[in-house]
């Protein structure tokens, strides 16, 4: 049984294909973590030793036994009040001020399918094939009146649980939650490293990874979006995992906002590794029948190295957390009018782009910021979703059908959560935005954050975007977020404490509410590029712009970084202009498509207007190349072949599930005199079998390129590139 409960041990297991979880709610009535590792049946409660360490505080006063201490056992949801004094997942204050609770054990329920949570994005179960389980335990403090429902679920096709947690006022008194994580793992042994994805603007999701050493290590955002600078993806490794050995474990945030992941190596040599809400700008009061959820987050563990958490992560998100008819359709191949034009455009210039676009095989014209209210530039506009329609030369729907008569779908850039002061809505709605009484609010691009906690504002964007989308047209929507929350006070909340948790719930409902209306639309999410990359957001938009770096030789690097949590068919890639905007860089076109095409979302975002006639054939090239492949980019297995940031050549690969086909792709990244010629280890393929290399009908045997690799032709200059499709000879 994937999960079960042994009543006379007390002991939970829940079982995937490859893993097993279990835990055990010892004597006292605390639940203890015991394992997470490769698949068992066996009760590992031996794991756990006892011993009387002196001097330490941390014993239960009922329990009065010296070789007990919650400070050092491993637990599943630690908290703040009975000796742990390791960084908990959970701080409380009672009516009168006083920190601390102790949370015992209750009650539990087991049941099929997969739990979901009102209001969240969670990972879901598709019926009895999935053969998801929910496991709900209830903690429980009778004293405070709180209770905590640690909710648990079983995909075990995917190799994956999932972990949330329910926080309930049950008593009479208030209860102010002063931390609110959702998960740890607690480890009683091992040596480990920790991945993080780190960046900023346009350099995002950069992997870093350092050995864990006593004390704390951690991760996180308190700007109010999951982030630029941090991404909500933690792994941790044996310290020499590699790509294909070595036990990895991983935690993914499946939410949009502020958020904290933490690993602390303690006085034993033990690690907690742990993810939720940001404690930083929370404290989230809770009268008596109210309760928070703590979101959820996706964990996974691989005996086989990272490569495997990788693709279980990679199909969990993208077949399980993506929803809508766009989560296994290819996406089309877009021309997106920011860098071709940014602000200067007009409607009949739009006609011209898509008129070339069409010319050039593309599928759909995205019309970028500028379209609405008086955005003219960067300064103004934001909160008027009214189209410009002198500068359109019509509505929004005849431009559509402009573009529709040049063979193109139609899309547009929306930002609704956001509004500047030189706007309508601001001048007739000024409270409306996030701002402190008397102080001056903090500008981010020239804008303030509408305060998407209040109904009343969800609902006008809602109108104002319905008005839009309802003239009809408008196939595609890039959803973009461009600055942090610094000032947290929204003028109808009961405390501020709550504002960035409940701005979260207000998104959600806003963008489920759009997504319920328009079903069929295609939503592109965004956030200064890749500033709200995570699992929250792809549960309503099945792809994300990867970052407003559009460089091929940074793409590398950050599309490796986005590929360790996040499937290839989320990942929103460009082909632009050089010398890049950016980085000032000059990469050959062949190079940038071969880069771009590594994303499940591709597209052109540059003028196609006056652009030669060699490299308008390019593009016809890539783009026909790119619908062939594209099946493999966005449901293949994807395997990193090299580090970017190391290797002499960036290489990755995708293979279908079921080994028929491969795609290798490599850019040579540095070339020295009389290079020396590059091999690039192809894996996954069939083994014992004969692939064809489809250019050229050469023959190969799957073993000996997995073992000594495929040659590259020696390089003469930087960014030469290659994309060899492979075929198993049946
Ligand atoms: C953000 C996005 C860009 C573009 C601009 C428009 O920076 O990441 O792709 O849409 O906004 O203002």
New binding site residues.
Partial sequence: MPLSYDAPERIFTLSTERTTYQMRVDEHGYLLHLYYGARTSANTSYLITYADRSGMCGCPHDVADRTYSLDVLPQEYPFQGEGDMRSPLLMVRGDDGTFGCDLRYKSHELRDGKYGLPGLPAVYDEGQQDAAQSLSITLADERLGLEVELLYGLMPAYDVITRAAVIKNVGTGRITVEKAQTACLDFVTGDFDVITFDGRHAMERRLSRHAVGNGSFSVGSRRGMSSNQYNPVMVLCDGDATETSGRAWSMSFVYSGSFLAEVERDQFEQTRMQMGLASDLFSYPLEPGEQIVAPEVIMTYSAAGLERISHNLHRCIRERVCRGPWRDSPRPVLINS?EACYFDFTGDRLVELAKKAADLGLDMLVM??GWFGARSD?HRGLGDWVPNMAKLGGTVADLARRVNECGLGFGI?VEPEMVNEDSDLFREHPDWALAIPGKDPVLGRDQLVLDLSRADVRDNLFEQLSAVLDQGGIEYV?W?Y?RSIVDVYSRVATDQGKVLYDYMLGLYDLLERVRTRYPDLLIEG????GGRFDAGMLYYTPQI?TS?NTDARNRLEIQYGTSFGYPCSAVGAHVSACPNEITGRTVPLGARGTVAMAGGAFGYELDLMDLPDRACEIIRTQVKTYRDIEHLVREGLFYRLSDPRADDVAAWEFVSEDGSEALVCAVVTRVDGYAKANYVVPRGLTPGATYRMVSNGTEFSADALMDMGLPLTVPNSPYENFMYRLERVD
């Fill in positions: 920011w970028d910021d960067d850039w890039k973009d461009n965004c956030s200064a590029g712009w407003d």
